[in-house]
């Protein structure tokens, strides 16, 4: 390697990880070289296992975390974390095409610890797991899921036909794929979509074929995940406008009602004897029926009256089922 570049590489290296996003002029600057070097040096970076990020925000280059890590130097606290998730991964979450490489992974990392810490921390991982409800693996398609994280990553279009409610046959449309998201126990691609015109999430079990494409796309640098869910109680979200719903919970549910973040816009109030009254902003109220009632008499709707009026119909029609 020419003489003075790998202390450059170091800098380059350094500056990265320092938490601040740098273009490539600033980093010609930093480096005192040009930039036509800069992006030669972070190719060299690439080549060798060092993937620099690229934000398409801040139209800048860093590296977020300590990417050059010696695995000794992982306290016991960081060793075992790894562990647990990444073992426990395959058994819970049903769905994830690499979730057999999360386990491995981990077991690599966990060969190369000193002994001592090893041994901890395979003694200490026998008492703590991590439990997801998994997915019925005869309704999953391991090559529906494969297509969208393989489209999602390289950048590619993918056409698929998806089932919808309230329709026979399957619908098709070409998909751009921005992001991959786990939520209430199945995966969503949440892409733009050819037939809406805009940004839309779809089940990956509801999709029923799949086929990547040659054509590449961009993601908007305007797309942001949490934009998108916004109010939403649901990845599927709702057409209409946000609409604030009150809700009284009982003292039996208050605590873990108020433990858990259920939407980004929640306010709790304490009542007295223990109640709760739960406010939130939602752009569908059908999003948050199913979860309501299944609170049983412990939850009370008081606005909207259209909230309201849709709990009442459907307490109805399952008193109705009962009373036969």
Same mark, same amino acid.
């Given at each position: 390697?020419?003489?003075?570049?790998?202390?450059?590489?170091?800098?380059?290296?350094?500056?990265?990880?320092?938490?601040?996003?740098?273009?490539?002029?600033?980093?010609?600057?930093?480096?005192?070289?040009?930039?036509?070097?800069? &992006?030669?040096?972070?190719?060299?970076?690439?080549?060798?296992?060092?993937?620099?990020?690229?934000?398409?925000?801040?139209?800048?280059?860093?590296?977020?975390?300590?990417?050059?890590?010696?695995?000794?130097?992982?306290? &016991?606290?960081?060793?075992?974390?790894?562990?647990?998730?990444?073992?426990?991964?395959?058994?819970?979450?049903?769905?994830?095409?690499?979730?057999?490489?999360?386990?491995?992974?981990?077991?690599?990392?966990?060969?190369?610890?000193?002994?001592?810490?090893?041994?901890?921390?395979?003694?200490?991982?026998?008492?703590?797991?991590?439990?997801?409800?998994?997915?019925?693996?005869?309704?999953?398609?391991?090559?529906?899921?494969?297509?969208?994280?393989?489209?999602?990553?390289?950048?590619? /279009?993918?056409?698929?036909?998806?089932?919808?409610?309230?329709?026979?046959?399957?619908?098709?449309?070409?998909?751009?794929?921005?992001?991959?998201?786990?939520?209430?126990?199945?995966?969503?691609?949440?892409?733009?979509?050819?037939?809406?015109?805009?940004?839309?999430? &779809?089940?990956?079990?509801?999709?029923?074929?799949?086929?990547?494409?040659?054509?590449?796309?961009?993601?908007?640098?305007?797309?942001?995940?949490?934009?998108?869910?916004?109010?939403?109680?649901?990845?599927?979200?709702?057409?209409?406008?946000?609409?604030?719903?009150?809700?009284? &919970?009982?003292?039996?549910?208050?605590?873990?009602?108020?433990?858990?973040?259920?939407?980004?816009?929640?306010?709790?109030?304490?009542?007295?004897?223990?109640?709760?009254?739960?406010?939130?902003?939602?752009?569908?109220?059908?999003?948050?029926?199913?979860?309501?009632?299944?609170?049983?008499?412990?939850?009370?709707?008081?606005?909207?009256?259209?909230?309201?009026?849709?709990?009442?119909?459907?307490?109805?029609?399952?008193?109705?089922?009962?009373? /036969?």
């Amino acid at each position: 390697m020419v003489a003075g570049r790998i202390p450059r590489l170091l800098k380059l290296i350094a500056l990265l990880q320092s938490g601040r996003v740098y273009n490539s002029a600033q980093l010609a600057s930093e480096c005192e070289v040009s930039r036509r070097t800069v &992006f030669r040096d972070l190719k060299t970076l690439h080549e060798s296992g060092i993937y620099v990020l690229y934000d398409e925000e801040k139209q800048g280059y860093s590296l977020p975390w300590k990417t050059i890590l010696p695995f000794k130097d992982l306290t &016991f606290e960081e060793a075992l974390a790894l562990f647990v998730l990444c073992q426990d991964l395959d058994q819970t979450t049903v769905g994830l095409p690499f979730d057999q490489f999360a386990r491995s992974a981990s077991t690599k990392v966990l060969n190369s610890l000193p002994d001592s810490l090893r041994e901890s921390v395979i003694d200490a991982a026998q008492t703590i797991s991590v439990w997801c409800t998994p997915v019925n693996p005869e309704v999953l398609s391991a090559t529906h899921h494969k297509h969208l994280f393989q489209a999602a990553i390289s950048k590619k /279009n993918v056409r698929i036909q998806h089932t919808s409610a309230g329709t026979s046959k399957p619908q098709s449309t070409m998909l751009s794929p921005y992001h991959i998201l786990y939520a209430n126990r199945q995966w969503y691609a949440v892409g733009r979509s050819s037939v809406d015109r805009g940004i839309k999430a &779809f089940p990956i079990l509801k999709i029923v074929k799949s086929e990547v494409l040659d054509e590449s796309f961009k993601r908007p640098s305007r797309f942001k995940l949490d934009r998108y869910l916004s109010n939403s109680w649901d990845p599927i979200r709702g057409a209409g406008k946000a609409v604030p719903v009150k809700i009284r &919970f009982q003292s039996s549910v208050a605590q873990m009602v108020s433990q858990i973040s259920w939407n980004p816009t929640q306010q709790i109030r304490k009542l007295k004897g223990g109640m709760i009254e739960f406010r939130a902003r939602v752009d569908d109220l059908e999003q948050i029926v199913n979860w309501t009632l299944s609170f049983g008499d412990q939850a009370e709707v008081i606005s909207p009256r259209a909230f309201r009026d849709l709990i009442q119909q459907r307490a109805s029609d399952i008193a109705q089922i009962y009373s /036969n």
